[in-house]
């Protein structure tokens, strides 16, 4: 799947000198998690010696660039363009060759509090009720099993929490007999009909988590009556979903899934100006955004995930659990044969992104020697030695 080439060239500006100048302040003034601490540490320590490394050397003309390990922190910005790579090479053997809906669930500002203070709870009720709405319907008024992936998101493009998923959904299902309905080019369920659904499925959860005790977490329902009136508010509100035209391409598909399962809340890129007292950034439609660098951290750590959350679910003809339904719509979908094409090497899908090679000399175009460099251990933050 061909890529536009970026820019090779380092950042003017970097999350991490950010974490390394103001980090001490954020902690006095904010409590953060332990998981927080930790990706934090992962940021400022990435592809420092720290981590350990090489030393590329050209035999022919004497050249000499270190190049320090990455943290492969999950949240790190400089993390994610191989791992996107990796992730799409795999889900291409099982992508299915029709259109896809993008559909986006949304929970309603009233519950943010309660997703801040539980979490894992809160993304995994999300999860639950916008897959079970989605397939709920194709099962009605498709009589078949869709085909779905789901990817969490948090934030809004200057920072602020806002949990919602992204949901790629297959225009068209395989029902009982194994024959593939395709759906509407137009549309694939009523946006209403859908909102109703998801609003009815994360309020029967949220009622019965409760009666539970699953959520003495929140401070605001120590008061008997405050989820009840919660209840009641929530049930009036529009709830948000809609859904945008549907990919025609595979490979469109892909391209766009790959961008959202592996963004981080910023990136480097989208820093315009650091200072010791104010951070500029990108936000939308040529907009910029102001803040101090520890309103900035803060804003940047309350989108860290839960350890070992998994961000990115497949759920209907994509779940692991249904491999031989996916291959009998597969088989009806398409005649092509399976590509058994080896994927790249790292080096060849860092070249393919940036249009460097990482293995020749910039200078000469020698090939590069890499002597292995000692990790440096001074450098490592007490949460890491912990």
């Not at 991490?16 to 320590?45: G, P």
């Not at 949240?75 to 291409?92: F, G, T």
């Not at 009556?225 to 598909?253: D, G, I, N, S, T």
């Amino acid at each position: 799947m061909p890529h536009c080439p970026a820019s090779a060239g380092r950042p003017r500006f970097e999350i991490a000198d950010l974490v390394r100048a103001h980090r001490r302040q954020l902690e006095m003034k904010h409590f953060l998690t332990l998981t927080q601490r930790r990706v934090l540490s992962a940021i400022e320590i990435c592809r420092t010696a720290a981590l350990g490394g090489h030393l590329d050397v050209c035999r022919r003309c004497g050249f000499e660039q270190p190049a320090y390990n990455s943290c492969r922190n999950r949240h790190c910005p400089k993390c994610q363009a191989l791992a996107q790579e990796r992730w799409i090479a795999a889900r291409s053997e099982r992508v299915l060759p029709v259109g896809h809906f993008h559909v986006v669930f949304t929970l309603p500002s009233e519950l943010r509090q309660l997703t801040k203070a539980c979490p894992r709870l809160m993304f995994d009720a999300l999860f639950r009720a916008a897959s079970e709405s989605l397939l709920e319907l194709g099962r009605t008024r498709l009589r078949g099993l869709l085909a779905v992936t789901i990817v969490l998101h948090t934030w809004t493009r200057d920072l602020r929490f806002h949990p919602h998923v992204h949901a790629l959904v297959s225009a068209g299902a395989l029902d009982e007999a194994g024959r593939w309905r395709p759906s509407s080019i137009k549309y694939l369920f009523p946006a209403v009909v859908l909102a109703e659904v998801f609003r009815g499925k994360m309020l029967d959860f949220l009622r019965h988590v409760q009666a539970q005790g699953r959520l003495q977490r929140c401070n605001a329902f120590q008061d008997p009556e405050a989820f009840e009136r919660l209840m009641a508010r929530l049930a009036k509100l529009r709830w948000c979903v809609y859904a945008k035209r549907p990919f025609r391409r595979a490979e469109h598909l892909l391209g766009y899934l790959g961008r959202y399962t592996h963004r981080v809340a910023i990136a480097n890129s989208r820093l315009v100006d650091v200072q010791s007292d104010a951070v500029t950034f990108r936000t939308k439609n040529g907009k910029t955004e102001t803040l101090h660098p520890v309103e900035f951290l803060r804003r940047f750590v309350q989108h860290v995930l839960p350890d070992g959350f998994k961000k990115i679910r497949h759920f209907g003809l994509y779940a692991s659990c249904q491999r031989q339904l996916l291959e009998a719509a597969r088989c009806q979908l398409s005649n092509s044969v399976p590509s058994c094409t080896p994927p790249p090497s790292w080096p060849e899908q860092l070249r393919l992104l940036t249009g460097r090679d990482v293995t020749r000399c910039p200078h000469c175009g020698a090939e590069l020697d890499p002597v292995p460099l000692l990790r440096n251990n001074a450098r490592a933050p007490p949460e890491l030695a912990a």
